[in-house]
C-alpha cells in the first residue's frame, strides 16, 4: 500500500523549517522511527523520523529547501520492495497552497491587474474591507508573520487577494496608512523598507540570513516594539567568591562540570526570583493578568557560529551549585553542537547573558518575551573601594538588569538588582534568605 509522509507539527509556533540533509534516497529500505531528514528551524537543529516503515518510491524534497508542516515528503510503499519510481526532485503539486516557498511571492492580483490594465478610466473597484469582528482572516503564515513583527492583528487588515486573503501589501498599506493596531510602532515600519543599491559606491556581498539570526531579529524587533523596558546597573563585590570558586573548582571538575561565574550566578538568580515572585511571571495583557510561575526554570545566552541560542536549565532552585555547573557545561556543548532540542529552548522565566569571558564594563540586555527580565553580566575588574575605613582593592562585577516596566517598578528593579550583587558578596544570605 502507498502511503505519503508529510511534515509532522514540529512544536509550538513552529511553521517552517529549512532542510539540512536528506537521509534517505528512492529505493531505501526504511523502519519506523528511522530518522529521513534532518531540519533547522528558528530554534534547533532536529531529526524527523518517518511514521511507517516500507521501501522509499519519491523523494518529493532536497537540501536547502524551505518547508511547512504538512508538506509532502516522501512517497513509501508500506512493507514492500517496489522499484524507486521517481527522482528526489521536489514535486511542486504535493506541496499544500500555504507553502513557505509559495508564499515568497505572495499573489497580488490586484496589483497585477492594475499593472496589466490599460490606461483608460475604469469604474474603481470596492475597497476591500477588514474581517468581521471574532472571523478569522484568511492570510497565509508568512503574511501573519510580517504582521506580527509590525504589531498589526491581521484580522484588521483589510485583504486584497482571492477571496479577501491578506497579503504583504496589504499589511505595508495597512501600517502607511496608520491604521495599526494600538501595539503598532511606525519606527518598525522602515526596517523592511529596501535598502540602497550600496554596491554604487563598492564590491558588496549578500547571504541569505540563517534560520537562528532571522529568529532573533525577529524576536528581539518584537521585544522592542512590544516591551517598555529598562535597565538597572549595578556592581557586586565578588573578592571572596572568586577565592571559594577558586578552592573549589576541582570538586566541579571532577564531576564532569566547570565551576564558571555563570553556574553560581544561576543559583543566587534561581534564590531571587523565589523572594522576588514578580520577576517570575508573564503578562496578559489580552486577558489583563499576571501568570506566575510555580517553577524556576532559567535560559542561559550560548554564543555560537551559528548565532545566539538561549537553552534552558530547568528547576534550577532545586540544584546545587555544583550540579548547575555540569548541567550547565553539558547544554552549552548541545548547543555549540548542533544538538539541542525543542525542548531545551523553551520555557524559560528569566535568562542570564554573560559577555564578561569577551570583555565590556556593561550593557543593555533585551528582554527575552514573554518573560520580564533578563540579567547582563560584564567583565569583573579591581578597584578601590571603601571598606572599615580604608582604600581596598576588590574585584567588582558589573551587572545590568532590564525589565519589563509594565509589571515591575524601578524600586523593584533596584531591590532585585541589590539582593543579587549581596548575595554573590555574601554567600550566607542565600541560607539565610535565599
Known sequence: MSFEFKLPELGENITTATIVGVLVSAGDQIKPGQPVLELETDKAVLEVPSDVGGTVTAVHVKAGQEIGIGQLLLTLEEGGAAKAATTSEPAAEAAPAETPEADKKPVEPAKAAAEAAPTSAQAPAPAPEPAAPGEAAAAAPSVRRFARELGVEVADVAGSGPSGRVTIEDVKAHVRAGAGSAGTRVAAAPVTAPLPDMSKWGPVQREKMSNVRRATARAMGQSWSAIPMVTQFDKGDITELEQLRAQYGKRAEAAGGKLTPTAIILKVVAAALKRFPQFNASIDMANEEIVTKQYVHVGVAVDTDRGLLVPVLRDVDQKN????????????????????????????????????????????????????AILGVSRGSTEPVWVDGQWQPRLMLPLSLTYDHRLIDGADGARFLRWVCEALEKPFLLMLEG
Open 321 to 372: 551549585v555544583i550540579q548547575l555547573a555540569v548541567e550547565l557545561s553539558q547544554i552549552a556543548q548541545k548547543a555549540r553542537d548542533r544538538k539541542l532540542g525543542l525542548e531545551d529552548m523553551q520555557g524559560g522565566c528569566f535568562t542570564i547573558s554573560n559577555l564578561g569571558g569577551i570583555g565590556g564594563t556593561g550593557f543593555t540586555p533585551l528582554v527575552n518575551g514573554p518573560e520580564v
